[in-house]
């Protein structure tokens, strides 16, 4: 609660902080953005993820410094626990990863690596047991911990990852995380399998460009962004968002809604 108490319940409402003009409440921890783009985080932090430089939890905000003025926090939702436990002792873990949008439009992440879900790796990888946790702010598009690697669908990105372009918006849950830009494209990352959650073309395309159409049930694990809410026709013969320009995007554990309008690519 950011009261400096380990307490589990406040009788009535206390100050955390002030001069706050946005704030993401996460499962386990919370961020709130500045007037000034000054970016505070508290609570659970044994991911890294409150971008404090170590794996230390916090009863009170603290500040994170050497930062670029911050639009937006998105902390992880649907997340009431972590499968590995809260002190996990390797990175990649299953556990909180927080996205930033700067007022540049630039993208950074912390925390587990889990899945892909910071957007620091290259080739494909589950990342557990691997140490590539980011515990200060990530910026997205910067040198990647392990080899470049092209995705299976056109319709995800190679590296650098920063090519989305400037971004508005950003929604992290369980295990994905999901960008939207100021050109109107969403695009998500991370874990995809099991229900088709990122609304992406790579969970019907298993076996990549060219082969027949398969849905990837269990691996379907997101290096970098790709397009939400477009596929080819091999793969997809419903109405999509090909031609809309994505106004908002929510998400819960696991599925996300998009608000759209016509006008986009």
Known sequence: LGQGTTAQSLPSPGLVCDGMQSLS???????????????????????GNLGL???????????????EPILQVACTRGQE????????????????HTVLVAV?????????????????LGAKDGAF????????PYRVGGP????????LSPLGLAPPYDAVGPAVAAVSAHIHCAVLCADGKAWAWGCGSNDGRCGVERFLN????????????????????????????????????????????????NHMAAIAIPGGE
Request: proline share 7%.
């Open 81 to 96: 626990g972590c499968k590995g436990g809260l002190n996990p002792k390797e990175g990649g873990q299953e556990g909180p």
């Open 104 to 120: 540049s439009g630039a993208l950074y992440t912390m925390g587990t690596c889990h899945k892909g879900l910071l957007c620091n």
């Open 144 to 151: 990647l911990r392990n080899a470049a690697d092209g995705p």
């Open 129 to 136: 047991g691997r140490p590539w946790d980011e515990f200060r």
């Open 25 to 47: 409440l996460g499962s386990l921890y919370a961020g709130a953005v500045g007037r000034g783009g000054e970016l505070l985080m508290w609570g659970y932090g044994g991911h």
């Open 206 to 253: 298993k076996k990549g460009e060219g082969k027949p159409p398969e849905v990837d049930m269990m691996k379907c694990y997101m290096m970098g962004p790709h397009r939400i809410g477009l596929a080819r026709p091999l793969y997809w013969k419903h109405p999509s968002l090909q031609g809309q320009q994505v106004l908002m995007l929510s998400t819960g554990r």
């Open 53 to 67: 430089g170590d794996r230390r939890s916090c009863n009170q905000p603290q500040r994170v410094e050497n930062l």
